[in-house]
């Protein structure tokens, strides 16, 4: 079947259309570099023409609090929209695991917002909820620096591989809409400042991490389990850290 994929040229999009095309379907990009725009609704109607599923892994270009509860919000609405008119029967959605229990984070509380969007929506649906990337964890440790010192909360992180994200959201596609949520997470359990020193260490960068129980992480006080999911819940990927880390080495 036709697939269209909303942010599909980006991380997790490019794989999630090889994916669904190794899979047998029909999977079609669609980005502002398309010609397609979810904020303001151009080009979807002729991108969703024929299609009966819709993947959304789309991201915010600004993370400031306002601007992204916009986006989401803005984009979502839109989306559901053009798919009720073109007939689509499943749509389905990145999220993050743990969002529900951060307040002080705008990010997670724009996709709170949007998921509250998809379920009360006319569209059947899917939301993957994820951890954090392998991909992300430079980044993470940027944020975190002051000077020479990153400082970072020392809870549990359980962050899994892009491709094993991408993989966990076109097998969901392909199927029949859950009407719910599925949790995706990587295979082993760390420490958020263990995992952070390691793969500096193995990136060669000299920076010093801290661990600091008070740490932000983008805004909120973390509490042991907040970037995990419950125990037994999710789904576990396959791509162990070390492995990653020696390839991205």
Do not use: C
Request: zero cysteines.
């Amino acid at each position: 079947m036709k697939i269209v994929v909303i942010g599909g040229t980006g991380l997790i999009g490019r794989k999630v259309v090889a994916n669904l095309n190794d899979l047998g379907h029909e999977a079609v990009p669609a980005a502002p570099s398309t010609g397609v725009d979810t904020l303001t609704g151009e080009g979807l109607a002729t991108a969703l023409a024929g299609a009966r599923g819709v993947v959304d892994v789309t991201n915010s270009p600004s993370f400031e609090e306002a601007a992204v509860l916009n986006f989401f919000t803005t984009s979502t609405r839109n989306l559901l929209a053009a798919e009720e008119a073109a007939g689509v029967t499943h749509h389905l959605a990145l999220s993050i695991v743990g969002i529900d229990g951060l307040p002080d984070n705008g990010y997670f509380q724009a996709k709170v917002a949007q998921e509250r969007l998809i379920r009360q929506g006319p569209i059947p649906y899917s939301i993957v909820r994820a951890t954090q990337f392998f991909e992300f964890v430079k980044g993470i440790a940027d944020t975190a620096t002051d000077g020479d010192t990153v400082r970072v909360p020392p809870v549990l992180f359980q962050p899994m591989a892009a491709d094993d994200v991408a993989e966990a959201v076109a097998r969901t596609a392909a199927e029949a809409p859950l009407g719910g949520i599925t949790e995706v997470a990587g295979p082993q359990l760390f420490r958020f400042d263990e995992l952070i020193a390691e793969a500096l260490r193995a990136w060669k960068d000299p920076r010093t991490v801290v661990a600091d129980p008070h740490a932000l992480y983008f805004g909120s006080e973390l509490t042991e389990r907040s970037l995990v999911p419950d125990e037994g819940r999710a789904r576990l990927a396959a791509t162990r850290f070390d492995d990653w880390l020696l390839h991205s080495a």
